[in-house]
């Protein structure tokens, strides 16, 4: 069974950091393109950015919101996805998941960046 | 930037059929899913790759794909169906990938 567990939210200050995890079992993760979601209490889900597999050069891509300053990465010797977060923004709180290019159906309960002072 | 465009609401009564549509360049060579997120809940698939329903997934919702739109209908709406529907898909390039602004369902 494919799981997902997102980690690592918590209150940040503006312009502070914080790295998220996302631990994955139950289907070839080194195989697998990540996505980041997030959305925002009472908003709609929003798209954060992808990393691609190995053979795809781990490439990475952003949207605008948040290029230059959230970078994905992941270690497949884990089975995780990580998403740095730098330079934080209010705006920026949220709850962030992590789901599979590919087997969209699967999602965890995500976790919760509060960035306020 | 891409962008998916969805009507912020659609109302329909008990039995009746809702369709939901999505509108972006794109799709007319990519794929579109659709996810239903009810309250307080983490989202559901309820149609990927235009038109293919996962298991568990009541068959009274199907999805269509025609030009530069894609349609999420929902065949003898039930007042279970009230929620936000948000359809996903990627550009041209099939590197960015954006959520539609959802779509709110009102059955009553």
């Known amino acids: 069974e494919v799981q997902l567990v997102e980690s690592g939210g918590g209150l940040v200050q503006p312009g502070g950091s914080v790295k998220l995890s996302c631990a994955t079992s139950?289907?070839?993760?080194?195989?697998?393109?990540m996505h980041w979601v997030r959305q925002a209490s009472g908003k709609g889900l929003e798209w954060v950015g992808r990393?691609?597999?190995?053979?795809?050069?781990?490439?990475?891509v952003y949207s605008e919101s948040v290029k230059g300053r959230f970078t994905l990465s992941r270690d497949d010797s884990k089975s995780t996805a990580y998403l740095q977060m730098n330079s934080l923004k209010t705006e920026d709180t949220a709850v962030y998941y992590c789901?599979?290019?590919?087997?969209?159906?699967?999602w965890g309960q995500g976790t919760l960046v509060n960035v306020s002072s | 930037s891409y962008e998916l465009t969805q009507p912020p609401s659609v109302s329909v009564s008990p039995g009746q059929t809702a369709r939901i549509t999505c509108s972006g360049d794109?799709?007319?060579?990519?794929?579109a899913f659709w996810y239903q997120q009810k309250s307080g809940q983490v989202p559901v698939l309820v149609i990927y790759?235009?038109?293919k329903r996962p298991s568990g997934i009541p068959e009274r919702f199907s999805g269509s794909s025609s030009g530069t739109m894609a349609t999420l209908t929902i065949s003898g709406a039930q007042v279970e169906d009230e929620a936000d529907y948000y359809c996903?898909?990627?550009?041209?390039?099939?590197?960015?990938?954006?959520f539609g602004g959802g779509t709110k369902l009102t059955v009553l």
């Open positions: 794109a799709l007319p060579k990519k794929y």
């Open positions: 790759e235009d038109n």
């Open positions: 789901i599979v290019e590919g087997l969209f159906d699967y």
């Open positions: 139950g289907f070839i993760f080194s195989g697998s393109a």
């Open positions: 990393i691609r597999s190995r053979v795809n050069n781990y490439a990475t």
């Open positions: 996903y898909s990627t550009d041209s390039s099939g590197n960015l990938w954006v």
